[in-house]
T-cell receptor
Framework: SQKIEQNSEALNIQEGKTATLTCNYTNYSPAYLQWYRQDPGRGPVFLLLIRENEKEKRKERLKVTFDTTLKQSLFHITASQPADSATYLCAPGGQAGTALIFGKGTTLSVSS | ETGVTQSPTHLIKTRGQQVTLRCSSQSGHNTVSWYQQALGQGPQFIFQYYREEENGRGNFPPRFSGLQFPNYSSELNVNALELDDSALYLC??????????????FGPGTRLLVL
């Protein structure tokens, strides 16, 4: 069955450092992969989408890579800030109309 | 542009009861998906509706059912509630445009507690 693993449940870093979150998937060949941010008690908020033919995508301090050979996506937050503290979810997706399958998420804590 | 709204925000029910959760899609969106999120877990897909028809279902029993209305709002119904149904229920709307990669816009969720 399809399986998504986000490398660690919790990641603690200092303000200003780069946070790197990992998403690995098995038994799956997604056409794209999305990353979402979720704050406690709130719904996930879309951050970035990367397609299978794209190696890298950037948005402000965020960068996502997608390696379909390794079946892995890396999510980077540069110059991290305490406001970046949240749970980050990866969600590989299939073709149009198919549901997203979410990983358990990685909880990032940025300390000042 | 109005975002996704859900009601109620919180709900307490007892085992065996039935519950209906409601969702209003973001303006212009034609697809709605429902997810269940237990504490410490990622959202689990329940089902999706596209133009009032169910268009995919996750590994949930038939006592989880839904509807999508002509204005693309939606309901999630759960019968014969069990303790394990306690979770955050999320509704997400999207616009199916034919290409892969639909961004989903989530509502704030309904927190259901089954006693």
């Amino acid at each position: 069955s399809q399986k998504i693993e986000q490398n660690s449940e919790a990641l603690n870093i200092q303000e200003g450092k780069t946070a790197t979150l990992t998403c690995n998937y098995t038994n799956y060949s997604p056409a794209y992969l999305q990353w979402y941010r979720q704050d406690p008690g709130r719904g996930p908020v879309f951050l970035l989408l990367i397609r299978e033919n794209e190696k890298e995508k950037r948005k402000e301090r965020l960068k996502v890579t997608f390696d379909t050979t390794l079946k892995q996506s890396l999510f980077h937050i540069t110059a991290s800030q305490p406001a970046d503290s949240a749970t980050y979810l990866c969600a590989p997706g299939g073709q149009a109309g198919t549901a997203l399958i979410f990983g358990k998420g990685t909880t990032l804590s940025v300390s000042s | 542009e109005t975002g996704v709204t859900q009601s109620p925000t919180h709900l307490i029910k007892t085992r065996g009861q039935q519950v209906t959760l409601r969702c209003s899609s973001q303006s212009g969106h034609n697809t709605v998906s429902w997810y269940q999120q237990a504490l410490g877990q990622g959202p689990q897909f329940i089902f999706q509706y596209y133009r009032e028809e169910e268009n995919g279902r996750g590994n949930f029993p038939p006592r989880f059912s839904g509807l999508q209305f002509p204005n693309y709002s939606s309901e999630l119904n759960v019968n014969a509630l069990e303790l394990d149904d306690s979770a955050l229920y999320l509704c997400a709307s999207s616009l199916r445009s034919g290409g892969a990669g639909e961004t989903q816009y989530f509502g704030p969720g309904t927190r259901l507690l089954v006693l």
